[in-house]
T-cell receptor
Framework: DGGITQSPKYLFRKEGQNVTLSCEQN?????MYWYRQDPGQGLRLIYY???????QKGDIAEGYSVSREKKESFPLTVTSAQKNPTAFYLC??????????FGQGTRLTVV | SQQGEEDPQALSIQEGENATMNCSYK?????LQWYRQNSGRGLVHLIL?????REKHSGRLRVTLDTSKKSSSLLITASRAADTASYFC???????????????FGQGTILTVHP
């Protein structure tokens, strides 16, 4: 079954901790993306990567970091510098000039 | 930053009726995409329309794009209770190049279809 897998589905973070959200795709897509969604809002782009070992900041990159060491994987780290990390995080992937495919999301809560 | 507006913010209709959602934007685009989201879930792609296209259909869905007015609309005909979800328009700019997943989303329209 081809698709995008995000894990975990729910994640709890203590103040001051870094946490990493996983995103894996087996669609052979070159580009991958991380979005953040706050309640009642649309999605905002955090980071994106068009090829392995390369990535660019989106609109709200502060407090986040990413890596793209493999085509299939694009993990997102939410650092302690992110002051309001509680949100729903969505990963997506795409190939050239086609729509994005989204994972089922990770809900991060600060406790 | 988010650009443009979606209208209405919420729409409540009866099964069998048509639902129309509108999306306006401020800067030029190379494509516009409509997505659906069920509560607490990921997004499902509905239709992609490119800037040189005016209308696209997919089943009960019809999307129009008017680049002169910087607006798009999504029409769902003969709605069903299962169509209840949030619907988002997302704009792809030329800055995104060929990466059509680099999108700017609106706030969405919450559609409720009553059986």
């Amino acid at each position: 079954d081809g698709g995008i897998t995000q894990s975990p589905k729910y994640l709890f973070r203590k103040e001051g901790q870094n946490v990493t959200l996983s995103c894996e795709q087996n669609l052979n897509h070159d580009a991958m993306y991380w979005y953040r969604q706050d309640p009642g809002q649309g999605l905002r782009l955090i980071y994106y990567s068009q090829i392995v070992n390369d990535f660019q900041k989106g609109d709200i990159a502060e407090g986040y970091s990413v890596s793209r060491e493999k085509k299939e994987s694009f993990p997102l780290t939410v650092t302690s510098a992110q002051k309001n990390p509680t949100a729903f995080y969505l990963c997506a992937s795409s190939i050239t000039r086609t729509e994005a495919f989204f994972g089922q999301g990770t809900r991060l809560t600060v406790v | 930053s988010q650009q443009g507006e979606e209208d209405p913010q919420a729409l409540s209709i009866q099964e069998g009726e048509n639902a129309t959602m509108n999306c306006s934007y401020k800067t030029s685009i190379n494509n516009l995409q409509w997505y659906r989201q069920n509560s607490g879930r990921g997004l499902v792609h509905l239709i992609l329309i490119r800037s040189n296209e005016r209308e696209k259909h997919s089943g009960r869905l019809r999307v129009t794009l008017d680049t002169s007015k910087k607006s798009s609309s999504l029409l769902i005909t003969a709605s069903r209770a299962a169509d209840t979800a949030s619907y988002f328009c997302a704009r792809g700019s030329n800055a995104g190049g060929t990466s059509y997943g680099k999108l700017t989303f609106g706030q969405g329209t919450i559609l409720t279809v009553h059986p």
